[in-house]
């Protein structure tokens, strides 16, 4: 029964958070500053991990391959679909919620227990479309983020080949080139956006209505986390049975 309140709960939450707008001028700033925080502070961890984890899939691939018939173009065609389809938009997503998730419950469970939230609401503002809105918009520019990590997983897989020399270059593009379907692209893009809103949404709902003191916090944080990657591979599912089948 407690599962079902919280999903009830977390809908209400979801609906509260578009009514009664906070003014566009104090808004835009809150945006701004959220894209900084979620989106340009991830820029440089979603980099490293999928340019090294681009080497090992096609490492991995490489290594698999001791058929002398298989053609070595295989192994870009392996790096770009895993890449593609789940490892940037499904792996990362999930780093994300670690990262972003954390943040977000963190900053608004503080603001809980320090009773900030509270004086919110007494100024009459609407505390959910104050706190959360501005996270679910900079966040929808989250398809960029994701962007990045496909072509920097792809590129690793290039520079691993290339010094490797577990193919050439040239077979490496080939196989990049391959059977190239655009609606997976398409498809990679939708379910990141679904992924971007519950790493808005699952993080605030935990740190909102979060109760207790400081060291509470952290919990908060920690359930946070669990609960959105638990989301997300869900979501995953569903989308993949959709729009893939």
Known sequence: MSYLNSIGAYVLMIIEIFKKPTKWSVMKKLILKDID?????????????????GSVVTIQTALNMDNPLVPKSLIGFATRQSVILEFAPT????????????FITSSIGTMRVTEQIDALEVMG?????????PKLISLMLYPFVISIS????????????AFGDFATVNDYITG???DFTPYHIVYAFI????????LATIPSYHGYYMKGGALDVGKASTVSFVWTSVAIITLNFILTQILLS
């Not at 792996?91 to 954390?102: L, R």
């Open 176 to 178: 990049l080139q391959d």
């Open 191 to 198: 379910k990141t956006i679904g992924f971007a809103f519950l």
């Open 91 to 102: 792996f990362i997503s999930i780093i994300m919620a670690g990262k972003v998730g954390s």
């Open 37 to 53: 925080d979620l989106i340009i502070g991830s820029l440089g961890i979603v980099a490293f991990i999928s340019f090294f984890v």
């Open 150 to 161: 496909m072509f920097l997983g792809i590129l690793g897989g290039l520079a691993a080949c």
């Open 125 to 133: 503002i609407n505390a959910l479309n104050y706190l959360v809105f």
